[in-house]
């Protein structure tokens, strides 16, 4: 799916869950994360992923603003 994957919501299940999960049903596998960064979920997560990846648009408001 789309979105920011660390605003991942769920009455059941919190992202850490989440990547617990699949690292339990996907135990030959590797995860990372693709994040804007505005928003770090509680919990240890981080810990579970061998990577992960910031986007930023722009180091500037203007040009933000521009692409936008």
């Known amino acids: ?7 991942y919501k769920n009455l059941n299940f919190t992202i850490d ?3 617990q ?6 135990p030959n596998s ?3 994360m693709i994040t804007n960064g505005t928003f770090l979920a509680p919990g240890d997560w981080l810990k ?8 930023i ?3 500037s408001t203007n040009r933000y603003a521009q692409m936008r």
């Open 1 to 7: 799916g789309g979105g920011e994957p660390t605003l």
């Open 17 to 19: 869950d989440f990547i």
């Open 21 to 26: 999960h699949l690292k339990k049903a996907l």
């Open 30 to 32: 590797h995860f990372g």
């Open 48 to 55: 579970h992923l061998e990577w992960i990846r910031i986007s």
């Open 57 to 59: 648009d722009s180091a």
